[in-house]
């Protein structure tokens, strides 16, 4: 007789949850520096705060994929966005990571493999990943 197959456990703590992540890019919208550190998203306010404060060819895009992802997050985790990178191309949203720099949290992305591509406008990709880092 074979065993039943075991139950899921019905209550896994938050950090098991796989985080939610994106990644958004629009040319003509590398103005100013590349953030330091993570802006949270606790909401849709936030996410409208932090969109206007991207290029104009960001904000929409933006503003969608955030909007979606906030959805998702899954319990005990926060939505964070950094611009993360300027280039020809977008970085591989798999490659987002985060971490912390005193109370800050901090995202990063692998840069793409270096390309011989010139491009006439540099790409600025902005990162959105959930994490569940304590911060504050």
């Not at 280039?87 to 591989?92: K, S, V």
């Amino acid at each position: 007789m074979p065993k039943p197959k075991p139950q899921p456990e019905p209550s896994r703590p938050p950090s098991s949850e796989k985080p939610v992540r994106g990644l958004v890019s629009a040319g003509g919208a590398a103005e100013g520096d590349l953030e330091r550190t993570a802006t949270p998203l606790p909401d849709e306010a936030a996410i409208k705060a932090y969109a206007a404060t991207l290029g104009t060819s960001l904000q929409a895009s933006f503003t969608t994929e955030a909007t979606t992802l906030l959805a998702h997050v899954p319990p005990g985790q926060r939505l964070y966005a950094q611009t993360v990178y300027d280039g020809c191309e977008a970085p591989d949203p798999a490659t987002i990571t985060a971490g912390t720099t005193g109370d800050d949290v901090v995202l990063s992305v692998t840069p793409p493999k270096s390309t011989k591509i010139q491009c006439l406008v540099a790409e600025r990709s902005v990162a959105l990943l959930s994490t569940d880092i304590p911060v504050g």
